[in-house]
């Protein structure tokens, strides 16, 4: 991200401006593993790509050994040896260069990985090729070193295109705070002035539905206020004179004025930016496995050319004999399949993902899923819809259903508040047309009353029932107790002093909540959930459906904590939420899932989006992960099985009966084993993600 730059990008810093436009940008990702990223060199590597696959073609048209596979030939005059080998420097002086640039912090770090296997083989190839250009000519391998160059151009570009990150997070952040906020004068007036602006006792007004411009605390005025994006409380909150409010938070339908009392870096929403900043930048620098599988060849490659050397001087002495098998070595070393291995299988995965509506943003999280063995989710709008809906209810016996879900819907029928939402939806729902009410009128703090057909119709909680002087009896304490036992919020509709019906009212859990949970018990996943809610609330969610652990009434910075907490236990944690307060813990996670229908926030700090907020999706990630992993094994041991073949042959262990591997048979196996790990990555298309039901 721009505002976390680790000292590595120095090393890039005399490459070209393609790359300087992205150089800011850090990420996990991109060969090297070591805190390097070279995903923000995607541009770079798409034009190299095909400008040297252009340069690529006179170089093969004018390969006598191309030539003789093919059987043809190219008109010859003065110079025309020199096209091929010249479209060749060109193409390593501008395709090549890049990898030698890249290899820099893999040398200095003493850690060698795809980046000095690729570099190591074209420059050998490269400065071997010009020495054989005079002094035996036609034994060069400038076409090898050309396709070597053009495959790993390719392998670079396909990896980064299919993980491309945005770093966006901490503007989406900024973008809760108001630019401006409305001070108020001394003679009563207000004036618009810049949020950067304010000071500390300034009094503001905060208008309906508007954004609190910073933390503060109210003098005059009542309103609820929406955190949810701040605290996850997923219940508006009600506040009045002498209550704290935070900035970024959403104002209800009262009018309010704030004494302002923090502004700037001192606000909960910068505090929220900076453990967002330092949960981004302790991620750990994994090495992905193509890089360990090059680092290893690295040093294979190494000891079978010194080897050879050794052997070929003591059989045949000092000759160019002996340079051209140490050379063969070396390029053959590096093979175009280790090349594409990872990046094919990458590519396919991310396909995959998105066609199951999983979106791949970091490559590493979905490489590490099938290490995971703990999930946290956030309760409201993740396992729960993040609304009210009516759980149960019970009616008066001398009532019907429809009479009752009628006259509720009719009471109900102008409020915003989250509760009457709910009862609308259910009345809605069973298709009934709102009864006739007249003379509306709300009870300040106790709920509202109208007159139905000349009688009294009250709707609210247990403060109307004392005001009424009304006490539960029978079935409805039952009920209300029940409720109160789920954690429920309990609403109650009197018609002229006679208790008709009660609501039980609750954040409606997601229908395929309980059986995701299942699914990853199965896959041995233990299962958290963490919510600013209420202990109780927390509970009832977690026992209906099946929750290993639960963290309650927990806030922005604890989140983030509660997953370190686990992740000290020796736990991998994936966090999978959906609101700006997950935004620390989805980025501190060992992975991060965004449920897609979340704050823009909390989608930039996740590796992994969810574009549907089905909990079911979490289940397809790790089942992808373990197929892509399996595919990604299978890939390496095709690629780097044929240098177990190659190396030895290159090297000349058959030299005593006859038999030398030469480049061009070299280049033929090259091909077969690129061959088999394009077609293997594809099978990974096969793997089925149907959520299966339990």
């Given at each position: 991200?721009?505002?976390?730059m680790t000292h590595q990008h120095s090393d890039h810093e005399h490459m070209d401006h393609a790359q300087d436009e992205h150089k800011a940008h850090q990420g996990h990702g991109g060969h090297g593993g070591h805190g390097v990223?070279?995903?923000g060199h995607e541009m770079m590597f798409r034009n190299r790509f095909w400008v040297s696959l252009i340069l690529t073609i006179p170089v093969l048209l004018f390969s006598p050994m191309i030539q003789e596979w093919f059987g043809f030939s190219m008109p010859e005059f003065m110079g025309s040896n020199l096209i091929g080998p010249g479209f060749a420097i060109a193409i390593f002086l501008y395709g090549g260069i890049p990898f030698l640039q890249m290899a820099v912090p893999e040398i200095?770090?003493?850690?060698?990985?795809?980046?000095?296997?690729?570099?190591?083989?074209?420059t050998v190839a490269f400065v071997y090729s010009l020495f054989a250009l005079f002094a035996v000519p036609g034994s060069g391998f400038f076409w090898e070193m050309a396709t070597l160059i053009d495959i790993m151009l390719l392998g670079h570009w396909m990896e980064m295109r299919?993980?491309?990150?945005?770093?966006?997070?901490?503007?989406?952040l900024a973008k809760l705070m108001p630019d401006t906020a409305d001070r108020i004068r001394e003679d009563g007036s207000t004036e618009e002035i810049a949020v950067s602006d304010l000071s500390k006792g300034d009094l503001l007004l905060v208008r309906p539905g508007a954004s609190v411009p910073?933390?503060?605390?109210?003098?005059e005025g009542q309103s609820e206020l929406n955190e949810a994006m701040i605290t996850g409380e997923s219940q508006p909150v009600t506040k009045g004179e002498g209550d704290k409010v935070i900035g970024g938070t959403i104002n209800g339908d009262g009018s309010l004025r704030i004494r302002v009392i923090a502004t700037g870096d001192e606000t909960a929403l910068a505090g929220i930016m900076r453990l967002?900043?330092?949960?981004?930048?302790?991620?750990?620098?994994?090495?992905?496995l193509a890089d360990k599988a090059a680092g290893w060849l690295f040093y294979v490659a190494l000891a079978v050319a010194a080897l050879t050397a050794v052997a070929w001087i003591i059989a045949v002495g000092f000759e160019v004999e002996v340079l051209e098998r140490v050379v063969t070595v070396l390029v053959i070393a590096c093979p175009h399949a280790l090349g594409l291995a990872i990046p094919l299988v990458v590519a396919i995965s991310?396909?995959?993902?998105?066609?199951?509506?999983i979106l791949v943003r970091n490559r590493l999280a979905l490489e590490e899923a099938r290490l995971i063995n703990t999930v946290i989710f956030d309760k409201t709008g993740t396992l729960t819809e993040g609304r009210f809906g009516v759980a149960n209810m019970q009616i008066a016996e001398d009532w019907q259903e429809d009479h009752a879900l009628a006259l509720a819907l009719a009471v109900e029928g102008d409020s915003e508040h989250p509760i009457a939402r709910g009862i609308r939806q259910k009345a809605e729902e069973a298709g009934v047309k709102p009864a006739v009410i007249s003379n509306f009128e709300a009870i300040k703090g106790r709920g509202i009353k109208a007159t139905h057909e000349g009688k009294t119709v009250y709707v609210g909680g247990p403060r109307l029932?004392?005001?009424?002087?009304?006490?539960?009896s029978g079935e409805m304490e039952a009920f209300a107790n029940k409720a109160n036992e789920n954690a429920q919020t309990v609403v109650y509709m009197i018609v002229e002093k006679q208790l008709v019906t009660a609501f039980a009212l609750a954040d409606v859990v997601r229908q395929e909540s309980k059986q995701a949970v299942q699914r990853l018990h199965e896959m041995g996943i233990e299962v958290a959930m963490l919510t600013g809610d209420s202990q109780h609330v927390a509970d009832a969610v977690a026992r209906e459906l099946g929750i290993d652990m639960v963290f309650a009434e927990v806030l922005p910075e604890d989140k983030d904590k509660k997953v370190a907490e686990l992740q000290k236990q020796g736990k991998k944690v994936a966090m999978v939420g959906d609101g700006v307060n997950d935004a620390p813990a989805l980025t501190r996670a060992d992975i991060g899932i965004a449920i897609g229908s979340g704050t823009d926030v909390a989608i930039e700090s996740a590796g992994i989006i969810l574009v549907q907020s089905n909990p079911l999706d979490v289940v397809k990630i790790f089942e992808l992960s373990r197929a892509t992993y399996r595919k990604m094994i299978q890939n390496l041991i095709w690629a780097t099985g044929y240098n177990v073949v190659a190396l030895p042959l290159a090297a000349g262990v058959l030299a005593p009966i006859g038999f030398i591997l030469s480049p061009a048979v070299g280049a033929v196996f090259m091909s077969v084993s690129t061959i088999v790990v394009a077609i293997n990555a594809q099978l990974l298309r096969r793997t089925d993600l149907v959520a299966k039901p339990v």
């Amino acid at each position: 991200m721009e505002h976390k730059m680790t000292h590595q990008h120095s090393d890039h810093e005399h490459m070209d401006h393609a790359q300087d436009e992205h150089k800011a940008h850090q990420g996990h990702g991109g060969h090297g593993g070591h805190g390097v990223d070279h995903s923000g060199h995607e541009m770079m590597f798409r034009n190299r790509f095909w400008v040297s696959l252009i340069l690529t073609i006179p170089v093969l048209l004018f390969s006598p050994m191309i030539q003789e596979w093919f059987g043809f030939s190219m008109p010859e005059f003065m110079g025309s040896n020199l096209i091929g080998p010249g479209f060749a420097i060109a193409i390593f002086l501008y395709g090549g260069i890049p990898f030698l640039q890249m290899a820099v912090p893999e040398i200095q770090t003493r850690k060698p990985g795809m980046m000095t296997l690729i570099s190591l083989a074209i420059t050998v190839a490269f400065v071997y090729s010009l020495f054989a250009l005079f002094a035996v000519p036609g034994s060069g391998f400038f076409w090898e070193m050309a396709t070597l160059i053009d495959i790993m151009l390719l392998g670079h570009w396909m990896e980064m295109r299919s993980v491309r990150q945005a770093s966006g997070a901490l503007n989406e952040l900024a973008k809760l705070m108001p630019d401006t906020a409305d001070r108020i004068r001394e003679d009563g007036s207000t004036e618009e002035i810049a949020v950067s602006d304010l000071s500390k006792g300034d009094l503001l007004l905060v208008r309906p539905g508007a954004s609190v411009p910073t933390d503060g605390e109210i003098i005059e005025g009542q309103s609820e206020l929406n955190e949810a994006m701040i605290t996850g409380e997923s219940q508006p909150v009600t506040k009045g004179e002498g209550d704290k409010v935070i900035g970024g938070t959403i104002n209800g339908d009262g009018s309010l004025r704030i004494r302002v009392i923090a502004t700037g870096d001192e606000t909960a929403l910068a505090g929220i930016m900076r453990l967002v900043e330092e949960a981004q930048g302790s991620k750990s620098n994994t090495q992905i496995l193509a890089d360990k599988a090059a680092g290893w060849l690295f040093y294979v490659a190494l000891a079978v050319a010194a080897l050879t050397a050794v052997a070929w001087i003591i059989a045949v002495g000092f000759e160019v004999e002996v340079l051209e098998r140490v050379v063969t070595v070396l390029v053959i070393a590096c093979p175009h399949a280790l090349g594409l291995a990872i990046p094919l299988v990458v590519a396919i995965s991310t396909s995959i993902g998105a066609q199951n509506g999983i979106l791949v943003r970091n490559r590493l999280a979905l490489e590490e899923a099938r290490l995971i063995n703990t999930v946290i989710f956030d309760k409201t709008g993740t396992l729960t819809e993040g609304r009210f809906g009516v759980a149960n209810m019970q009616i008066a016996e001398d009532w019907q259903e429809d009479h009752a879900l009628a006259l509720a819907l009719a009471v109900e029928g102008d409020s915003e508040h989250p509760i009457a939402r709910g009862i609308r939806q259910k009345a809605e729902e069973a298709g009934v047309k709102p009864a006739v009410i007249s003379n509306f009128e709300a009870i300040k703090g106790r709920g509202i009353k109208a007159t139905h057909e000349g009688k009294t119709v009250y709707v609210g909680g247990p403060r109307l029932l004392e005001m009424l002087e009304l006490k539960l009896s029978g079935e409805m304490e039952a009920f209300a107790n029940k409720a109160n036992e789920n954690a429920q919020t309990v609403v109650y509709m009197i018609v002229e002093k006679q208790l008709v019906t009660a609501f039980a009212l609750a954040d409606v859990v997601r229908q395929e909540s309980k059986q995701a949970v299942q699914r990853l018990h199965e896959m041995g996943i233990e299962v958290a959930m963490l919510t600013g809610d209420s202990q109780h609330v927390a509970d009832a969610v977690a026992r209906e459906l099946g929750i290993d652990m639960v963290f309650a009434e927990v806030l922005p910075e604890d989140k983030d904590k509660k997953v370190a907490e686990l992740q000290k236990q020796g736990k991998k944690v994936a966090m999978v939420g959906d609101g700006v307060n997950d935004a620390p813990a989805l980025t501190r996670a060992d992975i991060g899932i965004a449920i897609g229908s979340g704050t823009d926030v909390a989608i930039e700090s996740a590796g992994i989006i969810l574009v549907q907020s089905n909990p079911l999706d979490v289940v397809k990630i790790f089942e992808l992960s373990r197929a892509t992993y399996r595919k990604m094994i299978q890939n390496l041991i095709w690629a780097t099985g044929y240098n177990v073949v190659a190396l030895p042959l290159a090297a000349g262990v058959l030299a005593p009966i006859g038999f030398i591997l030469s480049p061009a048979v070299g280049a033929v196996f090259m091909s077969v084993s690129t061959i088999v790990v394009a077609i293997n990555a594809q099978l990974l298309r096969r793997t089925d993600l149907v959520a299966k039901p339990v």
